[in-house]
């Protein structure tokens, strides 16, 4: 790849990163999609104003973390970006939040060498995770990066409110900025290190509700919908309280997403409610087991 640098990104690069990851993420979507699945969509303009928004504050948070790959000259390219990869370090774990390379220059080198620059930042982390799509090209590059792949599950359709457990939503609360160090030994406890600033964000964007007893504690995001972006709990009743509770908040239609077989009771949940099953990517993970109970976000893990 002569003509590709590959450099730090900046602030001013993320709106032409977005609209990069909207088309190669759209790319893959069409190419593994299942006979009968409905066409895919380009993303939509707010959920490109929330990636823009968390996108820069990892860029904020983690400088050395992120990085695109130019080319002046390419075509298709007018701002000269053909790829970009974020990463994160949260405690003594390595995130990678997003990764992509443009159509048409892929499978030239450009994913390798920006997945190595970001890589670069997880040095001296003991942990590593990441929310691969099905892309052959993608998860071959995750294994022999040194990441054991774990499938990754999606339970979607119409809700069967008659299988809602009475009683779902109790003990369940709205919760605050001040629940934020609980999240955090919640984080600790199931994935081995906090969210940090990543909640701040979270926060800003999602509906936040709380499991808080002396016995036990959880906590789950949803997003406009009510679906789950990200859980966890400190055992699986109480996990399962959260997403039964938004399941019954959301819509007739519903999604969730990022399901482990080490989460077989959100899939026992999610069949309950008659939900369909179906397999969807890959979670990696280096230096770590699947966390549980936990639904991982797809960006934040």
């Known amino acids: 790849m002569p003509d590709v640098v590959v450099r730090p990104m900046r602030p001013a690069d993320v709106p032409a990163a977005e609209r990069l990851s909207a088309e190669a993420f759209l790319g893959v979507d069409r190419a593994l999609r299942a006979p009968g699945d409905p066409e895919p969509q ?32 390419a075509p298709g390219a007018p701002d000269g970006l053909v790829g970009f990869a974020t990463s994160m ?133 949803l997003d406009r919908e009510s679906s789950v972006q990200l859980l966890a709990a400190t055992d699986r009743r109480t996990a399962a309280r959260l997403l039964w509770t938004a399941l019954a908040d959301g819509p007739e239609q519903q999604r969730v997403t990022h399901v482990t077989a080490a989460n077989a009771w959100a899939v026992e949940i999610g069949t309950a409610a008659r939900l369909a099953l179906r397999t969807s990517g890959f979670l990696a993970l280096r230096g770590m087991d699947p966390p549980a109970p936990y639904l991982h976000h797809g960006a934040l893990l």
């Open 42 to 73: 380009e993303r939509p303009q707010p959920r490109a104003a929330r990636w823009v928004a968390r996108t820069l504050g990892t860029v904020a948070t983690d400088p050395g973390g992120c990085w695109v790959a130019e080319d002046p000259g």
């Open 89 to 221: 370090r949260r405690d003594g774990t390595w995130v990678l939040a997003t990764y992509a390379v443009r159509p048409g220059r892929q499978g030239r080198g450009v994913g390798r060498h920006l997945l190595d620059a970001a890589l670069t930042h997880s040095r001296g982390c003991l942990r590593g995770m990441l929310s691969s799509s099905a892309d052959p090209a993608a998860v071959r590059r995750y294994v022999l990066a040194g990441f054991e792949m774990h499938p990754q599950m999606t339970l979607a359709g119409t809700v069967d409110r008659s299988a809602i457990p009475p009683g779902t939503g109790e003990r369940v609360r709205e919760g605050t900025s001040a629940d934020t160090d609980l999240l955090e030994s919640l984080d600790r406890r199931r994935r081995g290190s906090g969210h940090g600033p990543d909640h701040a964000y979270l926060q800003d964007t999602c509906r936040l509700l709380v499991v808080e007893t002396r016995a036990a504690s959880g906590y789950a995001y």
